[in-house]
């Protein structure tokens, strides 16, 4: 099993900018890629960003992209995602996610075999 450690999130002001971390340990030679999504009160999951861990292939949500940053750093098993002029749409739980298949539907929380506990980002106006 892989396990997954977000951490990083906070209270932060309208046009500020957070750096989200990811630790994976584990199984993590068993995966292919990592994602964040996040939630909302009241609405669904939905998908953020995901990279690859080989390639270091990025794909991103068109709400999302140009503000935000996926990166990686293999020998530390870790993913980043760092956003830029934050938003209080923007407030939401971020988790964080691993998948083992090779050809994954990246957008997809279905994709994803494992799950961090989450951390709060809350962007005040």
């Known amino acids: 099993q892989v396990q997954l450690v977000e951490s990083g999130g906070g209270l932060v002001q309208a046009g500020g900018s957070l750096r989200l971390s990811c630790a994976a340990s584990?199984?993590?030679?068993?995966?292919?890629?990592m994602g964040w999504f996040r939630q909302a009160p009241g609405k669904e999951r939905e998908f953020v960003a995901a990279?690859?861990?080989?390639?270091?292939?990025?794909y991103y949500a068109d709400s999302v992209n140009g503000r935000f940053t996926i990166s990686r750093d293999n020998a530390k098993n870790t993913v980043y995602l760092q956003i830029a002029r934050l938003l209080p749409e923007d407030t939401a739980v971020y988790y964080c996610?691993?998948?083992?298949?090779?050809?994954?539907?990246?957008?997809?929380?279905?994709?994803?075999?494992?799950w961090g506990q989450g951390t709060q980002v809350t962007v005040s106006s």
């Open positions: 990279i690859r861990w080989s390639r270091g292939s990025t």
């Open positions: 996610a691993a998948t083992s298949s090779l050809l994954p539907n990246w957008y997809s929380r279905h994709a994803y075999d494992a």
């Open positions: 584990g199984r993590t030679f068993s995966t292919y890629g």
